[in-house]
């Protein structure tokens, strides 16, 4: 009788465990605010400022396209905390410093950290935009190999060409009728 008590248990025991690792199978997208945080990290790892920057504020999120490979406009300010950037803390742990520079961003980010890109230009005011962009290392390779395929192909191409003009200047040498030796041309 105890197993019968048992096998209900176990079962639910099962079907709870399996669909968690469902759950963890399907990742989710990050959020705008996370594409956003990842921004600021990098802006933090291109500015020659001495202090982190960390987000004062966030304009909303513009609704529109749900793919999140799609780039979204963003609009955000960034103030300078108290940590150096030669401490390695993590700007979310940081003070805000008083009388902190802040500065303006703009630009576009994509949610999906797999495609990670993002344009953005950061100022104060009445100073010169900072702009940094950041491509995924994906669309680097892309962008290489592409070169590279373009290059095997052009070679290809001239070998070709060198292939048919032997050829013919070959059939002309030998004396082929007129219809081989113009069709090789």
């Known amino acids: 009788m105890q197993f019968q008590r048992d096998v209900p248990s176990l079962w639910l025991w099962r079907s709870l465990s399996l669909l968690l690792l ?8 990050p959020s705008y605010r996370d594409a956003v945080l990842r921004a600021v990290d990098d802006f933090n790892q291109q500015s020659l400022d001495t202090n982190l920057y960390r987000l004062l504020d966030l304009d909303p999120e513009p609704q ?11 609009r955000f ?14 700007p979310e742990q940081c003070a805000f410093k008083e009388q902190g520079v802040v500065k303006q961003c703009m630009g576009a ?7 990670d ?3 953005i230009s950061c100022n104060e005011p009445g100073a010169q935009p900072f702009r940094f962009k950041k491509i995924s290392r994906l669309a680097g390779l892309l962008r290489k190999g592409g070169e590279k395929i373009g290059e095997k192909l ?3 191409g001239q070998k070709i060409k060198n292939f048919f003009s032997e050829t ?13 030796s113009g069709f090789l041309k």
């Open 22 to 29: 469902l759950g963890l199978g399907f990742s989710q997208t």
């Open 109 to 115: 980010v994509t949610l999906n950290p797999a495609a």
């Open 154 to 156: 052009k070679k290809i």
């Open 117 to 119: 890109s993002f344009d």
């Open 64 to 74: 529109g396209d749900e793919d999140p490979d799609t780039p979204k406009s963003v």
């Open 77 to 90: 300010r960034v103030k300078e905390t108290v940590c150096g950037k030669a401490e390695r803390q993590l």
């Open 168 to 180: 013919c200047t070959s059939a002309r040498v030998v004396g082929l009728p007129w219809p081989v």
